[in-house]
């Protein structure tokens, strides 16, 4: 399928400013943009935003970008200047939306603080994503989302129980972070519905993934309980564990439900297991998770994959395969779903990328371009802002763009 947004989504005529760099910030405004907001990206005339430069490139061209950046349009803008300033200021008098992710004071020092841009548009909504958030010890400090996988207790978490910790290989803490912020200004938004005025965000990369952790700290609090790293096994139940097959594929087996444990034992040729008193409860079969390794370890080390897949399905039992990319490509799941799309692209042609987050019955969103070139829609913007071609070449001529 080829990615085409419908004429107008469902938040058609919300206008959004991207000032963020480096991840959250910038995909909570990516995420807002798959569903019809008018996205435009500020960035620096000398210092685009590093995503352009992360990972792999084609033909000189970062292909992250071209996710992060897509349903934006893009101008430049040294927000540090006074000229900048005033632009930025015009800008923010007909938008919905400010996303940044400065550290704490740096746009109160450019004089473009909460006071400045709610005296140019009351209604506006200043979401501030940054690693510490506004207040605290820390809140000046550089954070990137690297440091809030390890202090929340993901890290620690993470890993086999004789290893060390481990750090996710993707940004996971900033993508919890997008999909909270992205949240966050629509509910800010809704308040303003019943208000007319706008207000802050503050968010703290750090926050949204010790909520995804579940009940850490009520465990702490009541019980004094700290959860230990216990590899790809659970604490709460069992078997839960990823198992080798006689073709050499990974198989991934949850069996959170006792009904469903008892299907999988049974499955293979163990269903003596299901009527130990331990296997009752989820924490009992976590406790013998080493038993009910080996029933289920051996049984799928005996069987090919698509043999496993079977017979779990038939079983009604929960398993799935282990991807990676490639497999994922062409899996048919993601396939009905059209998880992966095709955009056209003016510079690099066709390309693939994950399509919206969600599906809308009535009112989709859509990808209408992929991420575009560094400043590509500065002249189109200003003058959309009444400034003359002589104004927008003399600001570039002072480096402001």
Request: hydrophobic share 45%.
């Amino acid at each position: 399928m080829t990615g085409s947004a419908p004429a107008a989504g469902p938040l058609a005529g919300l206008r959004v400013l991207d000032l963020a760099t480096l991840f959250a910030g910038p995909l909570a405004a990516t995420l807002l943009g798959d569903f019809g907001a008018e996205v435009i990206k500020v960035e620096h005339p000398d210092r685009p935003d590093p995503s352009r430069g992360h990972g792999p490139a084609k033909d000189g061209v970062g292909l992250w970008w071209k996710l992060l950046g897509r349903n934006k349009r893009t101008v430049t803008l040294d927000l540090s200047t006074p000229a900048g300033r005033e632009v930025l200021l015009r800008l923010a008098a007909g938008a919905d939306v400010v996303i940044e992710n400065f550290r704490p004071g740096t746009l109160e020092r450019w004089g473009l603080g909460w006071e400045e841009l709610s005296a140019a548009n009351p209604r506006l909504v200043l979401a501030r994503v940054t690693g510490f958030g506004q207040v605290g010890p820390y809140a000046r400090r550089p954070c990137f989302g690297t440091l809030a996988e390890a202090m929340s207790g993901f890290a620690a978490l993470t890993g086999d129980p004789d290893g060390p910790p481990t750090l996710p290989p993707f940004g996971l803490a900033d993508s919890i972070a997008a999909l909270t912020a992205a949240y966050a200004v629509m509910t800010a938004l809704a308040g303003r519905g019943r208000t007319g005025r706008g207000q802050v965000v503050d968010l703290a990369i750090i926050e949204p993934i010790l909520t995804v952790l579940g009940p850490q700290p009520l465990w702490y609090d009541q019980l004094g309980y700290v959860q230990p790293r216990t590899g790809n096994r659970s604490p709460n139940n069992a078997p839960r564990n990823t198992y080798r097959s006689a073709d050499d594929r990974w198989l991934a087996v949850s069996a959170s439900a006792t009904s469903v444990a008892e299907r999988v034992v049974r499955l293979v040729g163990r269903p003596e297991l299901a009527e130990e008193p331990w296997f009752s409860t989820g924490s009992g079969r976590a406790a013998h998770a080493h038993l009910l390794d080996e029933a289920v370890g051996g049984w799928i080390g005996r069987h090919k994959a698509e043999e496993v897949v079977g017979a779990f399905e038939e079983a009604q039992a929960a398993v799935a395969v282990v991807h990676d990319v490639r497999d994922v490509m062409t899996d048919p799941q993601y396939a009905a779903l059209e998880t992966v799309t095709e955009v056209d692209d003016p510079e690099l042609g066709p390309l693939r990328m994950q399509n919206v987050l969600f599906r809308l019955s009535a009112t989709p969103g859509g990808i209408r371009w992929a991420g575009r070139p560094h400043g590509a829609d500065t002249d189109a913007v200003l003058a959309e802002l009444g400034l003359s071609a002589a104004e927008v070449a003399a600001l570039r001529e002072d480096r402001v763009l």
